[in-house]
Every structure is written in C-alpha cells, then in structure tokens.
C-alpha cells in the first residue's frame, strides 16, 4: 500500500494526516494543478456537485450515492471547506483522490477556498485546533491558488446511461430524479419537435420519500422538475449530441462574454475583490432582465436572457453552478439553461435541506466530442456538420432558444444518519443567560 | 433561512394574553424597500471602482430590500377581549440581582427563527431563547447582526416573567458599534487576534462593548385579572 492510499484511508476514516503529509500532498497537488487550464475539459460520464462545507459525512454518504472514486467520474463545483465541522478531513481526502486519480476527479474553486474567507468562517480555526499551527492551513490556501476557475463538460449524452438491474430509460427521457437508493422519484420527457411540452412520467416510489411533483392529483405538464421551478424542460430534438455544459462555481461575469476570455485570467493568486475571476466565484442568478447589483453594493446577478445569450455564443447546453443552498438539492432555472447544484445535505447541521448530484452520461454516438471549437467566433458550424440550425439564429432569436440539452439524472441524498458523525447530537447546556 | 415553524409563546392562562415570538411579523418589520439606506459590504467601493470602466452599464440594484433582515421585532402581543396589555413603564426594570442567582433551571431551550449568512459578510440572525426557574422565567430574543468590517447591530428584547407577582416586563434594548471600534475595545480587553476573530462570532462577548442607542420598557399587571 503506497503511502497516498495510506493517507487516504486514514482520511475516509476521518482521522487527519501528519502535518509532513498535508505538506508532500499539497505539493504534489499544486504541481498537478498549475499543469490544468483555468477551464479544464472533462468527457462525460461525469458526476457533478456542488458545495461540501466541510461536512465530511455527508461527503462520505455522497460517495456511497454517487459511486466510489475511481469508479465514478466527479467534478467538485467548490466550497469544500468552512461552516461544517470537518474542512480539513473533506478538503484534504478530495485532494488525495485529486493526486492519486487526477482523472477521475475534477476540482474547481469556489469563493471559500480563499484565505480571506476561510480566516472567518471556520477553516483556519479548524487547522489551529487540530495542529495547533496555521502552517496546514497556509499548505493548504497555496493549493487553492492552483485550482481551476472553471470545467467544460464534453460528450454528454442526450439520453440516460441505463444502471443495471433499473427501470428502462426511454431515449426521450430528459431528466430523471432519483433518491439515494436509487428508486426513481419522476421521470420528465423532451419536449417534442412539435412544441408539445415535457411530459412527466409517474414513477411510484415505495419508500415515500420526497414525493412532491410525483404524488397527488397529475402535476401541470409544463412544470419542470421538483424545486426547478422551470417551466417546461429545454427542447432539442433526439439523437443530436448535447452541447458542452461549462461548470463554475458562481455564475456569469459581464467582462466574460466568452468561455476563451476565462481560459485568459491569470488565476493563481488570492481570489481578488474586482474583474472576472470575483464574478466568476461570487454571481448569482435572478429572475431579472440583463444585468443587476446586489442590493450589497457588490457582486452581479444575471437574467435569463445573458444565460441564453451566453450559452448560444459558446455553443453550450446547460450552466452547472453551485453557491447557493437550495432547499431540493438542486434548481433548474431559465428553461433548463442553468441548474445550481447543492451538495450539504442539512446545511450547516440545521438547515433541513436535501442535497443533489448531478450525472451526465456518455454520448456513444461519437458525435459528441469531435471537432468541437470552443468559444471560436467564427467557427463555421460548431461541429453540427451543417445541420444545426444556430448558423442563421439571431441573437434576438434567443429568448425563445433552446439548444438540446443533454439528459440529466439527478440523485438526491438526504445527510448521513446522526450516528455515523461520531457525536452526539447534544442539547445545549441550560446556560444562565442574562 | 427562514425556520418558519419554530416560535416561543408565552401565555397566561387565566386572562389568555399572550407573547409570542414568530419568524413572520419578525420579518414583516424589516425595510422592503430599500428607502431607510442600505448597508453596503465593505469593499463594496474597492468592487465597484475597478468595475466603473468596464461594467459601466450596470448601474441597476435589482429590488432593493434590506438585506441585513434588520428587525426592531418585540414580540407579537395577544390581549384577550380588551383585556391589560403591555405598556410603558419608565420606572420598570428587569432585576438582574434575582437572575444572577443560580436557581435551579426547571427548562431552557433556544429556537432560531431566521439566519442568514449574508453571503459571506457576516452574519444575520433572530434568536429566541428562555430559561424557567421556580419563581420567574426569562426570555431573550435578540438579533444579532456583524458586517465584517462594517458594524456591530445587537437589538435584545427580554422579557421577565414573576410567577408570584404575575408580572410582566418587557425591556428593549437597541445597541450599534462600528466594526473598528469593537475590535479596538477587544484588543484593549487583551485578546489576542484569533480569540477576537472568536469573539466576532459571538454576541454575548460583544454585547457590553457596544453604545446603546435606543432602551424602552414596558410592563403589564396580569394579577387579579380574568375574563
């Protein structure tokens, strides 16, 4: 057993490593890193979630929903540290399997992996406690430096891989929800060539978990998924190779109007308060028109409209994000062109919230991952071999555009049970508060 | 996060008034509007001069709002029938004397009724918790608010409970300091950087170093009334 595959069973143990080990690891961590672009590709299948926050065992629960690495594919959107009690054990078990599988895990940075951020919301107080120095803590702030901004999802297919032993996956299946046995919650259907809206599929769940916008009187059919809030899945029609999905943690910035202008941003320093690398960690997205300020006085939130636009321009099907917490694990918003993805199950140990995950199949057409020129603007046909119909699309065109997105299958996974945490789950002392 | 269903009722039986304490009216109280002056994060001027030249279009505050969720929430108050209810009392206070006694505490509980993190500027929450002993109760609700490097918001509401007396006094207590100054008092308590990033997270520890800038109080005789 080499020693990397010591550490990282140690760390599923939740036990943390030597200080000299966290110094060797982020090492090795930071000299694989600075190799990757700001926007790493990644082939489908690939399993994308969200913010961790230090909650090891949920992390722990995600790998058993999920698939083990390196059997399964990840792509970690951020936040893997601060507010949950174990940021060390999270963090530095994701960046062995990062080391040990540099492809088979994708890691990108979200707005926490910042040494401005972490100093208050736990995780350098974390280290101090557990080592009684800063010094893994500034290991660790180095390797943050070193992570990608961003991740371009390629090959994903248009219809669902089908698990053994499942239910059969119909080729029009566009998104199915599941819970952490992998029971189906609901099915939803493409929209069809005609217009007609998505469909959903009944599916009876035996354990009764979750079942809204699965149980009761028919749902709408133009309602998305449950906590998508979308109304009507994308279109596109069947058979077509998905687009690419770009994966970053926050959101849009308007000095990025294209995927090419990330890949330019000099990454490896402090995430910085002004320019496209603080947008790209920190926007939010709003039901507004074009662009907005945060009533904060910083930070942007973006419509529908710049999602589409942007999507169309980059030749990409869907934005993955993750930073913000919402309550179903994960919400599809604007037509299914952006979906946040939330992966702290009972955020903050109190929130109540379920966590998802978010798999993108293969596409096996070989379709899919040829001569894809990203973010060229005069690319000729963007691969479609002349069939696509964008080539005479007009940006004006957009709001009612929807390229074919690929087929998602979201797992949802509510926290590890209370007592595989080691703690117990202890009342407050009666305190004689004044 | 709003915990809509959490809340604290405090109700005399025989006249059917009652307190409670709810995430609802809690936050109906805080400005939608955007009209009392927003706060603003604390490089929100470093933020919008490097982004003056190139994201100039964008000068919109989509729906402003108070997004601190600044609340001056005292409590939601039931009279019964036009019965006794809270009023002002310049003379009443709480007194401490009797609450510094160890007693035995009969029950305590805390709930939270919201919470935000303000996305990652600090930290917003409205808290409510109690403490019954043998002879009195006391109830602490109180929101809490840091805007790292900005301000320090601190507004208590206790309210004290004699059971004997049948006596109730509500005192509210509104306290603000600025982010720098608090830091600079904790330091001269001695404490070190990292125990101040601690007290930071803390009311309680911050609490006394803070100016008052409002104080009422109220009371209400419940004794001898029924309906």
Not at chain 2, 34 to 45: C, I, M, N, R, S
Request: proline share 5%; with cysteine; net charge negative.
């Amino acid at each position: 057993m080499s020693d990397l595959d010591r550490a990282i069973a140690q760390l599923r143990a939740c036990r943390p490593i030597p200080e000299n080990e966290v110094r060797e690891l982020c090492h090795k961590a930071r000299e694989l890193l600075i190799e990757e672009g700001n926007v790493v590709t990644v082939n489908a299948p690939v399993t994308i979630c969200g913010d961790i926050h230090g909650q090891f065992h949920d992390l722990m629960e995600l790998f058993r929903v999920g698939g083990d690495v390196p059997d399964t594919n990840y792509l970690f959107m951020g936040d893997f540290v601060d507010r949950g009690f174990y940021s060390l054990e999270s963090f530095l078990l994701l960046l062995c399997l990062k080391v040990r599988y540099p492809d088979r895990m994708t890691l990108i940075r979200g707005n926490h992996e910042s040494r401005q951020i972490t100093t208050v919301y736990g995780f350098y107080d974390e280290c101090l406690r557990k080592y009684g120095s800063a010094n893994v803590w500034r290991y660790c702030c180095d390797v943050f430096d070193y992570l990608a901004l961003g991740a371009i999802v390629l090959g994903a297919s248009n219809t669902l891989s089908q698990p053994a032993g499942s239910v059969p996956v119909g080729e029009d299946v566009e998104i199915e929800v599941c819970n952490a046995d992998q029971q189906i919650i609901s099915r939803f259907l493409r929209k069809g060539p005609n217009g007609a809206m998505g469909q959903q599929q009944q599916q009876p769940t035996t354990n009764g978990f979750s079942e809204s916008g699965s149980s009761g009187p028919p749902a709408p059919t133009n309602t998305g998924p449950p906590g998508s809030g979308a109304s009507g899945a994308s279109g596109g029609s069947i058979g077509n190779p998905a687009g690419a999905v770009l994966c970053v943690h926050g959101g849009l910035s308007p000095l990025i109007d294209n995927v090419d202008k990330i890949r330019l941003l000099d990454r490896k320093q402090e995430v910085p308060h002004e320019g496209a690398m603080c947008d790209l960690l920190w926007s939010d997205p709003d039901e507004i028109d074009g662009w907005g300020l945060s009533p904060r006085g910083a930070g942007f939130l973006f419509g529908a409209d710049i999602v589409k636009v942007f999507n169309h321009r980059n030749d990409l099907s869907l934005i993955a994000r993750a930073h913000q917490l919402v309550m179903e694990g994960f919400k599809e918003m604007f037509d299914a062109s952006i979906v946040t993805v939330w992966s702290a199950p009972n955020y903050c140990y109190r929130c109540g919230n379920v966590a998802a995950l978010l798999e993108l199949s293969e596409d096996d057409s070989g379709l899919g991952v040829l001569a894809r020129s990203n973010g060229d603007v005069n690319r000729s046909d963007g691969g479609m071999g002349g069939q696509g119909p964008r080539g005479v699309l007009m940006e004006n065109d957009l709001l009612g555009y929807n390229r074919a997105g690929p087929a998602r299958r979201y797992r949802v996974f509510q926290a590890a049970p209370q007592d595989s945490r080691g703690m117990p789950a202890k009342k407050p002392v009666a305190d004689y508060f004044l | 996060m709003i915990f809509g269903d959490n809340h604290l009722t405090l109700s005399h039986t025989p006249t059917q008034w009652s307190l409670s304490f709810l995430a609802e009216p809690a936050l109906d109280l805080v400005d939608k509007t955007g009209e009392t002056g927003l706060l603003k994060v604390h490089y929100a001027k470093e933020w919008s001069a490097t982004r003056e030249k190139t994201s100039a279009g964008i000068k919109e505050v989509v729906r402003p709002f108070d997004w601190s969720y600044t609340t001056s929430y005292k409590g939601t108050e039931h009279r019964a029938g036009g019965g006794k209810g809270l009023e002002s009392d310049e003379k009443g206070r709480i007194p401490i004397e009797l609450l510094q006694r160890r007693d035995p505490i009969l029950f305590a509980d805390e709930v939270v009724l919201y919470e935000s993190e303000l996305d990652d500027n600090g930290i917003s929450i409205l808290s409510v918790k109690v403490r019954v002993m043998e002879q009195r109760m006391l109830v602490l609700c109180r929101f809490f608010l840091r805007l790292d490097n900005v301000l320090v918001r601190i507004r208590d509401t206790r309210v004290y409970v004699d059971f004997g007396e049948e006596k109730v006094v509500r005192e509210y207590t509104s306290r603000e300091g600025e982010f720098g100054e608090v830091k600079k008092k904790l330091y001269m308590e001695g404490l070190m950087p990292d125990a101040i990033t601690v007290a930071f997270r803390d009311a309680n520890q911050i609490a006394h170093l803070l100016p008052v800038v409002e104080h009422e109080v109220e009371s209400v005789d419940l004794k001898g009334e029924s309906r």
